[in-house]
């Protein structure tokens, strides 16, 4: 079981790569800008978050990291669709694909479904499937939802950088088995999180997180950061790479060679709304790629076509040769 825990914590960063860079890109600093660049193409309007985040995922190759401890514990706050996921991914991916974190996944730990008393084990269980992908990064979301319990075990985690387990376990068919007290060797009694980036994704604010987790909690984290609220500016940004998108997609796929202008644009980014944020104006570009689509599928048009998507009454729609949809 302890070359188990060695085996899970190397998934992060190598532990000379820390203190030399050995085995890292030569040019260190260059290689988080490329991330930084990276990240804000795919995440627009949160230049400061998208800056902050290459700062805490940096942060180890300057400071260092203690044996068995989490390379980075950091809170994201902000309101959904600013981006917050999405950075964290984005990083973890460039890191990753230049060799600077052994993994270029992140992958999200998603704590509504422990709502209820006894579900700690549940939560083991999960937990190790996790460490067990190999991510360099863990991205808790929706503690809110989560029950007392599995919350204190979540504290442990950051704080501490492991959970105590709730009894004795030993692994069996890439599983961990509750053993009780039976006697068995390599059996554990804690999970370490040792080599990892450890984020807690929220809309609430830092003093919620505080009445929740507690002060020491907070005392532990490395990084607090926090997305902004979009401008009409960054959801323009945001409407035109959806346009892009969607005119590339439609050629490729439908044979449709799409134009628009500054109009469509400016209705794109009015589907956006502060329940769904950004990923309202990806669903409408969406929904009319779909309307595109059966539009060909149902009259069989031939191809190829041109068309222009338009705003007509603050909706999009698209005209082109054969007619016209919204």
């Known amino acids: 079981m302890a070359d188990l825990q060695r085996q899970l914590e190397e998934d992060g960063v190598d532990r000379q790569a820390l203190a030399s860079n050995n085995g890292a890109p030569a040019d260190i600093d260059a290689a988080f800008e490329v991330a930084r660049v990276e990240a804000a193409c795919k995440v627009l309007g949160q230049d400061a978050f998208i800056q902050a985040l290459a700062l805490a995922f940096k942060r180890p190759f300057v400071a260092g990291a203690g044996e068995g401890a989490p390379l980075c514990r950091a809170a994201v706050l902000g309101a959904p669709g600013t981006g917050r996921r999405s ?4 990083m973890a991916a460039s890191l990753g694909r230049q060799g600077v974190l052994k993994s270029p996944k992140a992958v999200p730990v998603d704590l ?17 499937a996790a460490l067990k992908s190999g991510a360099a990064a863990l991205v808790f979301e929706n503690y809110e939802k989560c029950h007392a319990s599995v919350l204190s075990m979540v504290s442990g985690l950051f704080r501490e950088g492991q959970v105590a387990l709730p009894g004795r376990y030993v692994e069996q068919k890439g599983i961990l088995t509750d053993i009780g007290t039976a006697l068995a060797p390599g059996a554990v009694s804690s999970l370490s999180l040792g080599g990892k980036y450890l984020f807690l994704v929220t809309s609430q604010s830092e003093a919620k997180l505080g009445d929740a987790f507690g002060a020491p909690f907070l005392s532990a984290l490395d990084d607090v950061l926090s997305t902004s609220p979009f401008t009409p500016e960054s959801l323009e940004q945001i409407a035109g790479q959806a346009l892009q998108a969607l005119c590339g997609r439609a050629k490729k796929q439908l044979a449709f060679t799409l134009t628009y202008g500054e109009d469509g644009v400016k209705a794109l980014a009015s589907a956006f709304t502060p329940a769904q944020g950004a990923g309202a104006i990806q669903e409408e570009a969406g929904r009319l790629y779909k309307a595109l689509s059966e539009e060909k599928l149902s009259k069989a048009l031939p191809g190829p076509l041109e068309g222009r998507v338009l705003a007509e009454g603050g909706a999009l729609l698209v005209q082109y040769s054969h007619g016209g949809l919204e």
């Open 87 to 90: 950075g964290i991914r984005a």
């Open 112 to 128: 509504a479904p422990y709502h209820a008393a006894g579900m700690e084990k549940l939560f083991v269980q999960d937990l190790y």
